[in-house]
């Protein structure tokens, strides 16, 4: 499953060094946006020769990278309108259609983020009816980590089952059974759509759509595209016809009765149609599991490798908690353990270059003119890991995020949801999920690794695929 995109990744990075070298400037033929990912982050030594702003070709097609902490702040927040479209990849353009909120743009995207925030808010974030549904499927998560009886085994499936949920959850009002047919299916086919839209032909096609049609397979990923909408289609119409507009289940019902009200009113120009409503009820799927999965496979992986950490996570959480469950209330008398989890996703920096932003209009900025609709993508790894702002960049160090009595303190660099306008809508319910899901976690189970392996011998080094993964391993869940 990963070395795929890993030779991919390899191609690309020789590609990318002998253009450089070549060169002698970032003028190269074609590196996947996902290429920093490798090294983890090459484009720091450009931007300490070209400046925090520079421009790269991706094929044809020149690109401006901003890099560190005071430069993406500034393009993200104080020029937010300037820096807040959103570019497509060619694939994903045909894809999606300008539907949904992860790829769109203009009207329709404002339209369907704010509803999407408003909605998340009710039924995902911030409400104890959410809590209590994480929670909840803590418990179905721990039973599979019992069954292996503390063996070593990889996590990843049952984890992602897990997060799958949350999003079910808040999406249709009700969860799956881990093996339910129809909820493998879906998460399959999102796995390999993830794993063709990384492949070489699409990267090629994504840079010269017209030369490279005939390579890559795209009949492929229409279909598995029409099939993951003709299912999603069906649990929407399921819902449908039990809709009552009294008890709302969950954000596809709420769509639903604001677009009946909508036609009711005989109001057609409206956003709120069923291709917004399917490709929403995707992008949430897409954006609100791999990313929470892969920082929560971090977080384990990083408890085996630094025993006296997770020793500390779970003296803090006996201490505090006793045996009961964790709430989200308790994050305030849980210092450390918020630590833990904030460094985890500043070390991991899972989505290292954001999703690709695009200029709304020409902007000035830091002396260099950017044309209206260039792609920018704003470097989080080079935020998350910027020598000016962190103590140890490179090393897991959960004192980044506390003051010197031990209490938890904010840091402005800590910019893993990004910043802006695009900043990551599911921000609120992922950070309450990782909370719940690793706090619960480490009160039940000690995460070791398998027997015979020295701890300093699991390897840290990222695996890129949407996101960068951490490497394949299995791990030994302990009972407590
Ligand atoms: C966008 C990070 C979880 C929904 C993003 C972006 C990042 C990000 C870096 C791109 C922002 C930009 O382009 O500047 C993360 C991380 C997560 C996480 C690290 C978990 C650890 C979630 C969850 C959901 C979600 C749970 C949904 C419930 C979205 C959506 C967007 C987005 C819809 C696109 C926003 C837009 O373009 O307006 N996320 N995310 N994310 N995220 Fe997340």
């Not at 993406?72 to 999606?96: M, N, S, W």
């Not at 009552?244 to 709420?254: H, M």
Request: hydrophobic share 40%; proline share 5%; with cysteine.
């Amino acid at each position: 499953m990963i070395s795929h995109p890993k030779v991919c990744c390899y191609l690309l990075d020789v590609t990318y060094y002998l253009a450089i070298w070549l060169t002698g400037w970032g003028y190269f033929v074609p590196p996947s946006p996902l290429l920093p990912t490798r090294s983890n982050d090459p484009f720091s030594p450009l931007s300490k020769k070209f400046g925090s702003v520079f421009s790269v070709h991706f094929g044809m097609k020149k690109v401006v990278v901003l890099c560190g902490y005071r430069t993406v702040k500034e393009a993200l927040l104080t020029l937010d309108e300037a820096f807040g479209e959103r570019e497509a990849p060619t694939i994903l353009q045909e894809q999606t259609k300008g539907h949904g909120v992860l790829w769109s743009g203009g009207d329709s995207w404002k339209e369907m983020r704010r509803f999407a925030l408003t909605n998340l808010r009710d039924f995902g974030m911030g409400k104890k009816a959410s809590e209590e549904k994480i929670i909840e499927e803590c418990q179905h998560l721990s039973v599979v980590l019992q069954q292996f009886k503390g063996e070593a085994f990889d996590m990843s499936n049952a984890i992602t089952f897990a997060v799958s949920n949350i999003i079910c959850s808040i999406v249709y009002g009700s969860r799956f059974n881990y093996n339910d047919p129809e909820f493998r299916g879906q998460i399959g086919r999102a796995d390999a759509l993830n794993h063709i839209q990384l492949s070489v032909s699409t990267q090629l096609y994504n840079l010269y759509p017209s030369l490279f049609k005939w390579l890559l397979n795209r009949r492929r990923i229409l279909n598995i595209s029409a099939e993951n909408k003709k299912q999603t289609w069906s649990f929407i119409h399921h819902l449908k016809e039990s809709l009552n507009p009294e008890t709302c289940r969950g954000f596809v019902d709420t769509f639903l009765v604001r677009q009946k009200h909508l036609e009711d009113s005989g109001n057609t120009d409206t956003h709120f149609h069923d291709d917004n409503l399917v490709h929403m009820v995707l992008d949430l799927f897409i954006a609100g599991t791999e990313t929470t999965g892969t920082t929560l496979r971090w977080s384990l992986l990083l408890m085996a490798r630094y025993p006296l950490i997770q020793d500390r996570v779970q003296g803090e959480l006996r201490s505090v908690l006793g045996g009961r469950q964790v709430q989200m209330e308790d994050r305030k008398n849980l210092p450390y353990t918020n630590a833990v989890i904030h460094e985890v996703l500043r070390f991991s920096s899972i989505i290292p270059m954001a999703l690709p932003h695009k200029t709304s209009r020409d902007v000035t900025f830091r002396g260099h003119l950017i044309k209206k609709g260039t792609t920018v993508y704003p470097l989080l790894v080079s935020v998350l890991h910027d020598e000016s702002e962190w103590e140890k960049p490179r090393s897991f160090h959960p004192d980044h995020f506390l003051d010197t009595d031990g209490k938890f303190t904010k840091r402005d660099a800590f910019m893993p949801f990004s910043a802006g306008r695009r900043i990551c809508l599911g921000e609120t319910l992922a950070r309450m999920e990782l909370f719940l899901f690793f706090s619960s976690l480490l009160q039940r189970f000690r995460f070791t690794p398998p027997p015979g392996v020295p701890e300093e011998e699991l390897d840290l080094t990222p695996n890129v695929c949407f996101t960068l993964l951490p490497p394949t391993h299995k791990l030994c869940a302990v009972a407590l």
